[in-house]
């Protein structure tokens, strides 16, 4: 099972930066899955999540109302679309899934099964 994901990058304060996250090796359509971050000297953070297949997003409230979180079960990947960005924003963003999460479980790092090697996201002017 594996997980990778791509497009971070350099982005201005205000920009925008859309990442993926391909699994490959297992089916995810049934499995929750979950964008995390961290910060340098800081723990991992949660960020973004879709229960199994409910798809509707939780998003952490940071994020809320800058960040979308989708994800395409026929291709095994998600994606998280980052909109206004701001230099707190800056971290390695992982991606991870779970099949055995319950829904008060979806902001818990533990609880998730898979992780990917995670893409750096820096803001910066």
């Given at each position: 099972?594996?997980l990778?994901?791509?497009?971070?990058g350099?982005?201005?304060?205000g920009?925008s930066?859309r990442?993926s996250?391909?699994a490959?090796?297992r089916t995810f359509?049934?499995?929750s899955m979950?964008?995390?971050?961290?910060?340098?000297?800081k723990e991992?953070?949660?960020?973004?999540?879709?229960?199994?297949n409910?798809?509707?997003?939780?998003?952490?409230?940071?994020?809320?109302?800058?960040?979308?979180m989708?994800?395409?079960?026929?291709?095994n990947?998600?994606?998280?679309?980052m909109?206004?960005?701001k230099?707190?924003d800056t971290?390695?963003y992982?991606?991870a899934?779970g099949?055995?999460?319950?829904?008060?479980?979806?902001g818990n790092?533990?609880?998730?099964?898979y992780?990917g090697?995670?893409?750096?996201?820096?803001?910066s002017?």
């Amino acid at each position: 099972v594996q997980l990778q994901a791509s497009g971070g990058g350099l982005v201005q304060p205000g920009g925008s930066l859309r990442i993926s996250c391909a699994a490959s090796g297992r089916t995810f359509g049934r499995d929750s899955m979950g964008w995390f971050r961290q910060a340098p000297g800081k723990e991992r953070e949660f960020v973004a999540a879709i229960f199994r297949n409910s798809g509707t997003p939780k998003y952490a409230d940071s994020v809320k109302g800058r960040f979308t979180m989708s994800r395409d079960n026929g291709k095994n990947t998600m994606f998280l679309q980052m909109d206004s960005l701001k230099p707190e924003d800056t971290a390695v963003y992982y991606c991870a899934t779970g099949g055995r999460l319950i829904l008060s479980s979806i902001g818990n790092a533990a609880a998730y099964d898979y992780w990917g090697h995670g893409t750096q996201v820096t803001v910066s002017s």
